[in-house]
């Protein structure tokens, strides 16, 4: 086994930075290792036009630490009355990389997202034509469905006939965390891809529930059942084109986790790369690393893969994260995958 490995500096196509004081606490922990990420937009209120996403690019690249080259790849939340001339004019600056689709009520901030998806049609056809890629949160929030449900609905329901009237339109699956996304992608002929989540590899639902409630562990979607992480595994670790790596880590405050009605989330940015390479050396797929995290994303997204490096070393003594990050919003607790971490990131 080696104890060095050295890939293309990583890109991180599904991150929350949230804004202010907790923006300034986290965003160092994923530009000190990363190049580029796709930037959620549900912030309150969304990023809902093309110069809401500007002004948040600034304030993100304000917020950089010194010494630090990052680039935002941001995103704009659909709502039901996002114009399509607006998101036109967003890709032909250059500045929006893709349009993020929340059902509304399906995770956090997601209230303005849409209700109807016959209002959003005039968008997304736009945006088929012009090549602009449509981020999905694939969960339906009808309350009869079960929420370990929700995305395999969500794939029978929604996206498949969006696939089917508009084929053309490029759909990435985000955090896709059940074995149905994963042979859905598998069965598409095109324009179909998906990320998958540090934590979704990691655990499934009993670290949620077993032994106690376990805040730090729920996320949107929900852990699923052991089955469905095995097949993240095996489809993150094959090399497979369709398949890269999108965080979702999402800094929420300690108190706003543990309480009766805690936020959906989990902090992985400072230790993202850790956990994979762990990962990946159980699946003896160390040589696939670089496709999931650097190089896959950007084919994807039509984008050049980074020229700079980074190193990974395997230690002979665990390597410490911090329990909790401190930020000027409060302390977030960072993920614990629960087993010690051996690989580091040397540059
Ligand atoms: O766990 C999650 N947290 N899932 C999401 O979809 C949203 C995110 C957040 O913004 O906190
Ligand atoms: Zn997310």
């Not at 990420?37 to 304030?59: F, G, S």
């Amino acid at each position: 086994m080696p104890h060095t490995l050295t890939l293309r500096r990583p890109d991180d196509w599904h991150l929350h930075l949230r804004d202010g004081a907790m923006l300034q606490g986290v965003i160092g922990d994923t530009s000190r290792t990363f190049a580029r990420a796709i930037i959620m937009p549900n912030l309150v209120p969304p990023v809902v036009t093309t110069d809401d996403a500007a002004a948040y690019k600034a304030r993100i690249l304000s917020a950089l630490p010194k010494g630090h080259s990052f680039q935002p790849l941001m995103t704009l939340y659909l709502t039901e009355h996002t114009s399509p001339d607006d998101v036109e004019k967003g890709k032909a600056s250059g500045l929006v990389t893709a349009v993020k689709l929340y059902p509304a009520g399906a995770t956090t901030n997601s209230h303005d997202g849409v209700r109807d998806m016959d209002k959003a049609m005039p968008v997304l056809e736009r945006m088929a034509k012009i090549g602009l890629p449509l981020c999905v949160h694939g969960e339906v929030t009808t309350p009869e469905v079960d929420i370990f449900d929700r995305e395999a609905v969500f794939i029978e329901t929604v996206l498949d006939p969006l696939r089917r009237r508009l084929p053309e339109l490029k759909v990435t699956m985000e955090h896709v965390t059940t074995e149905d996304g994963i042979d859905y992608i598998k069965g598409a002929e095109k324009n179909l891809a998906g990320t998958i989540t540090t934590h979704h590899l990691i655990i499934n639902r009993n670290a949620i529930l077993v032994g106690g409630i376990k805040p730090h562990y729920y996320c949107l979607p929900v852990a699923k059942r052991e089955k469905h992480r095995l097949a993240l595994r095996k489809a993150a670790v094959s090399g497979d084109a369709r398949f890269f790596l999108g965080t979702d880590s999402a800094p929420h405050v300690d108190p706003l986790k543990e309480c009766a009605c805690g936020c959906a989330g989990i902090y992985t940015s400072i230790n993202t790369m850790s956990c994979l390479a762990h990962v990946f050396e159980e699946e003896n797929a160390l040589d696939k690393l670089e496709a999931f995290a650097s190089l896959n994303g950007p084919a994807w997204y039509g984008l050049p893969v980074n020229e700079e490096k980074i190193t990974l070393t395997k230690r002979e003594e665990p390597v410490r994260f911090p329990a909790k990050i401190e930020t000027g919003a409060g302390p977030v607790t960072v993920f614990d995958p629960l087993f010690p971490l051996y690989w580091d990131v040397s540059e």
